[in-house]
């Protein structure tokens, strides 16, 4: 049988409906004990955005089944960036091994843009490993390739956008795509901009909103489902969900009921916004993103290697996923050929 355009799309991309093994060797645990004693865990001050999430439960895990002995001090800015200040100060009084940092704010707030390092208000000293970020460069976490590396590397969540838009397309052939995104998350901001590039170069129109800000520029919920109502009336036949921790407290009660209200399918860029109820995404698994943070952590304080030396990688394979029961009540099926290939979700909704 002949594969239809978007499986092999995702194949040449290096994406599929599964995850592969992780490329865990064993020569990294033989190491283990002639580096640091099992009495004495290396240090790992992990600073998350929104609470605990699965990245973190993989992130543990790998470590435990690894048998590295380990002690993780969690750190929690529950949004408010006004925090990070204090924890950098934390930092520097308690010289962890390596620093654990959730998202890109998270990690521009740790060691700041590459172009604006401040060394009073930022950490250069010490090893990070950043994860869920979704376009590195971009955001200038860290320069363009053939640049001179920093003491950094991670792990990107997202799949390439193109092949985002390509799997969109293939569901449903659009015209104008509708993005929902916060001003102030610069993940959101550079994927919106590569969305941008991506319609001139195809072909296709963006029309997109940003959530309001008060009068100290920080955003809040008011007016979010008239934003969706505007993105339809502006002729969007898709709403794309970027990788967006704000939209993400919004999505399940707020975002996503508006847009089905208005007939508008919803695309996810992550794994929680299709726990919110999205119609369809391409997402990589958050407990599988962890596991692979740690799989670099690892290569820094086990194998003493550089972290500048470590690639920054996605996941090589993500989950095509679509929810039968938003198809069903938006009078979208998806193509035939997708249920050879995709996930199917058939469970009710749910956000971590």
């Known amino acids: 049988m002949n594969t239809d ?6 194949i040449v ?9 992780l490329p865990f060797g064993r020569a990294r645990a033989q190491q283990q004990s002639s580096v640091r004693r099992p009495e004495s865990p290396f240090r790992i001050y992990a600073i998350t955005f929104r609470g605990s999430t699965d990245v973190e439960r993989g992130f543990a895990d790998y470590f435990s089944s690894r048998k590295i002995p380990v002690q993780i001090i969690y750190r929690d800015l529950n949004r408010d960036m006004t925090l990070m200040p204090g924890f950098v100060d934390e930092i520097r009084a308690t010289r962890p091994d390596l620093i654990y940092t959730w998202g890109t704010s998270v990690t521009l707030g740790v060691i700041g843009p590459c172009d604006a390092v401040n060394r009073r208000a ?14 590195p460069v ?6 363009p390739g053939g640049a001179a590396r920093r003491n950094v590397t991670g792990v990107v969540h997202v799949a390439p956008v193109e092949a985002q838009i390509k799997a969109m397309a293939a569901y449903r052939p659009f015209q104008t795509l509708g993005v929902l995104y916060t001003p102030t998350e610069q993940n959101s901001v550079a994927v919106h901009a590569e969305i941008r590039k991506l319609g001139r170069s195809n072909g296709f129109g963006v029309v997109s909103r940003t959530f309001r800000l008060d009068e ?7 007016g979010a489902a008239d934003l969706v109502r505007e993105l339809k009336e502006a002729k969007a036949q898709w ?5 967006d921790s704000f939209l993400g407290t919004l999505a399940q009660d707020v975002i996503i009921p508006a847009a089905m209200a208005a007939g508008l399918p919803t695309f996810a860029s992550t794994e929680q916004l299709m726990q919110a109820g999205a119609l369809s995404g391409l997402v990589s698994r958050y407990y599988n993103v962890g596991q692979f943070t740690a799989h670099k952590a ?13 690639p920054i990688e996605t996941l090589k394979r993500f989950s095509y ?3 039968i029961s938003a198809a069903e009540k938006l009078k979208l099926p998806p193509p035939l050929p997708m249920f050879s290939y995709a996930e199917i979700i058939t469970d009710a909704p749910r956000v971590e």
């Open 122 to 135: 930022h950490i250069t000293d010490i090893p990070v490993v950043f994860t869920l970020v979704a376009a």
């Open 239 to 243: 709403l794309y969900l970027p990788p």
């Open 13 to 21: 991309a290096g994406l599929g409906a599964t995850l592969p093994a």
């Open 138 to 143: 971009l955001a200038k976490i860290v320069p």
């Open 5 to 10: 355009p978007i499986r092999r799309s995702l």
């Open 216 to 222: 100290n520029g920080k955003v809040h919920a008011e």
């Open 321 to 323: 996923q679509i929810r």
């Open 298 to 310: 690892e290569q820094i304080l086990v194998g003493g290697r550089a972290a500048a030396a470590i």
